[in-house]
């Protein structure tokens, strides 16, 4: 479909349903979580994505969990996606961890 300015505008709903996010971060895990637990090659891809992107000395500040800086996420889902509280679509984290494991032998 063509509009005004002459671009392109993608309305095929395949095309679309694949780019919509989980609502809520909670949503995004647990529907990450029900992946994992189907396919154990891929709990263990995102285990190591998780691990990846964790905050250094981690273990010094509370919580005490592995878990990356909130800027640095923030920063990632504006440079991917165009806003910062943007929640990635499953597939897109799914499709990056199995990447990564190709890509740097893991």
């Known amino acids: 479909m063509r509009t005004p300015g002459n671009s392109v505008v993608f309305t095929d709903p395949q095309y679309t349903r694949r780019m919509e996010a989980p609502a809520s971060w909670s949503a995004f895990y647990l529907r990450l979580g029900a992946r994992a637990a189907l396919r154990p090659r891929l709990a263990l891809d995102l285990l190591r994505l998780a691990w ?55």
């Not at 905050?55 to 800086?69: I, T, V």
């Open 52 to 106: 990846s992107f964790r905050a250094r000395d981690w273990f010094r500040r509370f919580p005490f969990l592995p878990l990356p800086p909130r800027e640095y996420l923030r920063w990632r889902m504006f440079t991917a996606y165009g806003d910062e509280h943007a929640v990635p679509p499953v597939d897109d984290v799914l499709n990056f961890a199995r990447w990564r494991r190709e890509t740097m032998g893991l």
